[in-house]
Every structure is written in C-alpha cells, then in structure tokens.
C-alpha cells in the first residue's frame, strides 16, 4: 500500500486543484513574511488584480498592509500553518474586494489563521473557514481561524452567497474546531451561514458591545447549524457581552447550540427552529419566534437559560414560543428572603403566545427554600395556546414542587411534596401552596 504523500506535496496539490477548478486563471502567490500588498515585489507574479487568484504559503507567518482599495480574483489559503494579519495603514477601511471570486481559508488543509485589523474584506461568490475540497485523508480542513478585530473591520460574503465553517465533500473526513471570532466592533456579513454541517466543535463567537452578526440572504438563505451527518452537539453560534445579530430569514439548530448572552440581541425575521440535536440558550434578548423541528438527530430539541460562569438568567423572547418538541431547563437555587428573577431563579420571558407542549425540567440541585407564602414565576408569557396538561414538568436533584398555572405564567411554590413534608409543614400550610388555575 501506497503512503500518503508528505504534508507540502499533499497542500501543493489542493492548490493546484483550487486554481482547475477556478478555469485556470492567472495566479500569484505572497512570498512570505510581512510587506504591503501593493507592493508587486512581495508577489510570485505581481500583485493580484480582478482576474488574479491569489495565494499564501503555508508554515509562514507576517503582516500584510493596506493603504488603498485593493482587487483579487480568488483569494485562498489551502496549504498548512499559514499565519497573517491583514491590517490597514493608517487610512480608513481600505477594501479588499473582488468581483465574481471566492475567499477560502483553510481549504483542503489544517492550522491556518487570518486576523482583519481595520480594512473590509468581500467576498462575492460561496466562501469557506476549514473547507475539505478534495476527497481522501490527506485533506483534512480543521483548526483554522478567521478574526475580525475593530471597529470598522468588516468581513462580508455579499447576500446571494453561502459562508461555510466546516464543510466536507461528499464522504470527506469531518472538518473540525474551525471558527469565526468577531470581536471588539468587528462586523461579520453574509448571504448565508452554514456552521459545521460536516464537522465538530465549529464556531461562529460574536463578542463585546458594537460587535454585530448580519446575515442577510433572501428566502431560503438560513443560518444552519450541523445539519450534515458528521455534525454534532459541539458546533456553536454565541453572542456575548453587548453583541448584536441579526438573520434575515430563519436560524436552524439540527445539532449544536445557540447562545445569546446576557446584554446581547439576536433578531431573526422568520425564526428559531432547534432540531432533535440541537439547543438554544442564553440570558440575552431574542426577536423572533421559536419553535422546534423534527430534524437533525439527537435526544431532542432542548433550550436552557443562563451564560457560563452564572448560575441563573432570564432568556427573553419577543415573539412565539411553541414548547411542543422542546426540553426547557430551568435551574432554581436560593428562594429566601424576596426571590428574584435571574439571582435566585430562571425564568422565561415569552412577549407573545407559549403553546403548552413538550417538557419543563426544573433542577434543584441548589434550591434553599424560602417563604411558603411567595409563588416563584418561572415562565411568563402574554397569552397561551393549548393545554396545560400537554406540558409536562419534570423536577430533578429534588422532590417536586407544587405548580400553579395564571393567565401570564407558570408559577413554583417553594414547598416540596410529597406528603411526608407536607405532615411536618402543617396540612393547613399545604393547602394553600397547592392552588392550581384551570381554563373556563
């Protein structure tokens, strides 16, 4: 049996393969370390122009500078280890911009990064962060980074064109842990998202406060999370610490989650649709109905409140939330002294219509009871659709809790059952923390 190629011949030849399949086009490759990319001596064979591909080599590093709008046809990084910032020279967001091309990075190959620092990169045609082109085992796509860092750094596919976070061809090894960071004012845009549809541990990590997400295709341009066969749960979309994002059309979570943390805003025109593997989560604010979608594969469509490294939040939802297929987690901990919402308990805000359905699981890991006389709200909501003996609440870590059903929520009251606690409490007591609402 034949050896695999080394790693230099193996990447030589998905470039060659790129620039086929690009119909042959004029080609020039940076030489290597740091220099300004108009500058026609850092260049195999000139500086790039609109009908120009052009290339990095791998297993080297540098920072390239811009002092003016500048042209590519292909733009691609398909060789290993390769390392560069793009970084404006003290003007005003230079573009980097093509007219009918494509932008890859990482493709066919492993270890690469890319940091934007001031400029606007676009891309007109389907694009690609750890992309395996070329069939077989030596063309693994993982572990390579895109960063847009500052404000007035923007990263653009335009909106009739897919960006992809780990992607393989048909029976290709899975593309794993490549990611898109947006950070510090940085701007990510695009047609289309497709978050590790044949990979694991893919990201797409939108933080600080005027950090903004825009997808912005027309119908059917959805941002999709793991929706291949190689994806899993580990494939993640997360907006944090001020960041805002916006989805044209729908967000789709066959596997993997969706974060929108506390102080950040996602808005998605037609909504949130969580797969049989798939999870939203977070304490931020959400503009968009959701609802689940027998897709993806898994142990169901789950939703969880709260940000890493706190314990409790308020997930806020303007617009539907239809629980039916869904698992919702809510945590409760310290219920003395005036509970509040988000310090002391989960809580789900529903501005619209809850449909009764699928499951509320209510972890008491950390519960200290407090006052019997104050219910706790643990979804609230403008108005419900359904049963409320379609949902069924499952309490765990703990013995169960009495339940009350309102015209605007779910309310707890902090009294374990069963009936052995209730002796010691006092049947009296009981009494009163057992109230249930029924429709007329």
């Known amino acids: 049996m034949k050896a695999n190629p080394p790693l230099r011949f193996t990447a030589s030849l998905s470039l060659a393969v790129f620039f086929l399949s690009s119909s042959l086009h004029a080609q020039t490759q940076w030489i290597g370390g740091s220099g300004n990319w108009k500058d026609a001596a850092n260049w195999t064979n000139g500086v790039p122009t609109s009908a120009v591909d052009a290339s990095f080599p791998g297993d080297s590093s540098g920072t390239v500078l811009f002092d003016q709008n500048q042209t590519y046809r292909n733009l691609v990084f398909s060789e290993a280890d390769a390392d560069y910032i793009f970084k404006s020279n003290n003007v005003t967001a230079p573009r980097l911009d093509n007219t009918a091309g494509n932008f890859h990075l990482g493709q066919d190959s492993s270890g690469s990064s890319l940091t934007l620092e001031g400029i606007h990169l676009r891309a007109r045609g389907f694009s690609s962060v750890g992309r395996q082109a070329t069939a077989g085992s030596a063309f693994v796509a ?35 842990n490549n990611a898109i960071y947006v950070e510090n004012g940085g701007s990510l845009k695009a047609g289309s998202i497709a978050l590790g549809t044949d990979g694991k541990g893919n990201a797409v990590i939108v933080k600080g406060t005027g950090t903004t997400m825009e997808i912005t295709g027309a119908t059917g341009f959805n941002f999709d999370i793991g929706s291949g066969t190689n994806a899993d749960s580990t494939n993640l979309l997360s907006l944090s610490d001020g960041a805002t994002g916006s989805i044209t059309q729908q967000l789709r979570i066959y596997r993997g989650e969706a974060h929108v943390g506390a102080g950040s805003t996602l808005a998605v025109t037609n909504g949130i649709s969580i797969g049989l593997g798939g999870k939203l989560s977070g304490s931020g604010i959400i503009t968009g109905n959701v609802q689940s979608f027998l897709q993806g594969s898994g ?5 969880e409140i709260g940000d890493e490294g706190s314990d409790f ?11 039916s297929g869904i698992t919702l987690k809510i945590d409760l901990g310290d219920l003395t002294d005036a509970p509040e919402a988000g310090v002391g308990f989960d ?3 529903v ?28 979804i609230e909501w403008d108005s419900f ?23 605007n929520g779910l309310f707890l009251h902090s009294i374990p059952e069963p009936s052995s606690v209730l002796l010691v409490l006092g049947a009296g007591i009981g009494l009163l923390a057992v109230r249930s609402w029924k429709r007329a």
Not at 363 to 378: E, K, R, T, V
């Open 313 to 323: 939040g308020i997930l806020s939802i303007n617009g539907n939330w239809n629980n």
């Open 142 to 176: 993982s572990n390579n980074t895109l960063t847009i860092r500052d404000s007035g750094t923007i990263f653009e596919v335009i909106s009739t064109a897919q960006l992809a976070i780990g992607r393989s061809v048909a029976g290709g090894v899975s593309a794993d």
């Open 351 to 378: 501005d619209g219509t809850f449909t009764f359905g699928g499951t509320v699981e209510i972890d008491l890991a950390q519960i200290q009871f407090g006052d019997l006389s104050i219910p706790i709200q643990i």
């Open 385 to 407: 659709a359904g049963q409320e003996t379609d949902l069924t609440l499952s309490f765990v870590n703990g013995a169960a809790l009495s339940y009350s059903f309102t015209d």
């Open 347 to 349: 809580l789900l805000s």
């Open 299 to 303: 142990s169901g469509a789950a939703a």
